[in-house]
Each structure stands twice: as C-alpha cells, then as structure tokens.
C-alpha cells in the first residue's frame, strides 16, 4: 500500500496555463506538506496543512493555492504558470505537527513540472 | 535565524572506506534534528533523528550542540548506501523542516 501518493508523476505544460497535482495519504496522519525541490536538490518548505488548516504558508507566490478537501488530501493549484515553477513537487505528511515536530514525515514520489 | 548547511554537494569514497557527511546548523534553543535519504529512483525517506540516538544501516549521527553538528557517519560505506543525503531541521514553531541543499555521496568498489 502506498502511503503518500501523487498525481500526476510528470507534468508538462506550457507557460500562462493553470495546473494541479494532488496528493492522498492513507496513514491517517493531521499534518501534510508541500515542498519544493529546484534544479540544484535545494529541498524548501511551501505550505503546511494541519487537520485542513493552513499553518504555513512559505512566502510562496498566491499563484500557488493549496486546497485540503480533507485530512487526507492537499493538493496544490498553480495558476499562471512561469519558466521558474519547473521543479519536483513533494507531498508528505506527518502524524502530527502541534508543538516540537519530532515525528517522521513521509514523503510522496515527487511531481515533476516542466513549464516550457 | 534558522538554518542547515551541508558544505559538501558531493562525496566520493571507495566501499570500506569510513564515512563522514557534515551538518551544522543554526537555531535558538534545543534542535530536533534529523538525516533523511533519497535513493535513486526513490522517494526521500527518515534515516535517522537525533532524539533516537538510533544506527540505521550502520550510520550514526551525534548530536555536538557546542559545534552546532549534526554528522552522519558510518564506519564502512557500502555501494548501496549510494544516494542523496539531506539535514534537516525542524522549525522553531515545529511545523515543518528545514532542508540542508544536501550530499550526494557516491561509493564505488
């Protein structure tokens, strides 16, 4: 069973269109996350949702949206894509992330986005 | 501020030889600190974290609060233990981890 799972896995798309990838996990975990990964490995922090709140939000352009339906899914709406957006998406999620963070986070396969 | 910094992009050994990837990093307080991997072809995944005081795969990390280090290391490297390695810390707030840019270490015979 896949625990952090992402759709799609690749993403091509041109510049100016609007695109989403989404991200279920079945752990029962309060707590997911959206990370970047640039073209250098640079892994950073977007969004952190917990029990479908919002508790990060990384100085992040508002052209991303993250959408929590519920405590399983987070996806991630891009609107008017840049040449600059092309990276790996990560979705994870953590048992819980009230106070010290000390739990594992899982992390999902990755998206990979190519705005050409 | 808050920070991880993994000096070396790249480390190259021979299989047997010992192995040391480095981590300092910048906080206010008492760290939770962590090594997560990624195989290739794989989703990044916990090693090992600190408060564990665990060996994974025969890799260890101590934590030095006086030198702000975090390094992992393991005394005989293996070709499988090929891959990229990342430091992470949690943030003040311990709502998510921050990222060291990561090594990748490569072990050949």
């Known amino acids: 069973d896949t625990a952090v799972s992402q759709t799609p896995k690749y993403l091509v798309t041109q510049m100016g269109n609007d695109k989403s990838i989404k991200c279920e996990q079945n752990?029962?975990?309060?707590?997911m996350y959206w990370y970047k990964q640039d073209s250098k490995k640079f892994l950073k922090i977007m969004f952190s949702?917990?029990?479908?709140?919002?508790?990060i939000n990384e100085t992040v352009p508002n052209r991303f949206s993250p959408k929590s339906p519920d405590k399983a899914h987070l996806n991630l709406h891009i609107n008017s894509l840049e040449l600059g957006d092309s990276a790996v998406y990560f979705c994870a999620s953590s048992r819980s992330s009230l106070g010290r963070n000390t739990d594992t986070q899982y992390f999902g396969p990755g998206t990979r986005l190519t705005v050409l | 501020a808050q920070r991880v910094t993994q000096p070396e992009k790249l480390l190259s050994v021979f299989k047997g030889a010992p192995v040391e990837l480095k981590c300092n990093y910048s906080?206010?307080?008492?760290?939770?600190l962590f090594w997560y991997v990624q195989y290739s072809r794989q989703r990044l995944q916990l090693l090992l974290r600190h408060i564990s005081r665990e060996s994974i795969k025969g890799f260890t990390a101590d934590l030095n609060k006086g030198e702000t280090s975090f390094h992992l290391k393991k005394p005989f490297a293996q070709e499988e233990d090929s891959a990229m390695y990342y430091c992470?810390?949690?943030?003040?707030?311990?709502?998510?981890?921050?990222f060291g840019k990561g090594t990748t270490l490569s072990v050949s015979s």
């Open positions: 906080y206010s307080g008492s760290p939770e």
């Open positions: 949702y917990n029990n479908k709140e919002l508790i």
């Open positions: 752990l029962g975990h309060d707590t």
């Open positions: 992470a810390l949690s943030n003040q707030a311990g709502t998510a981890l921050i």
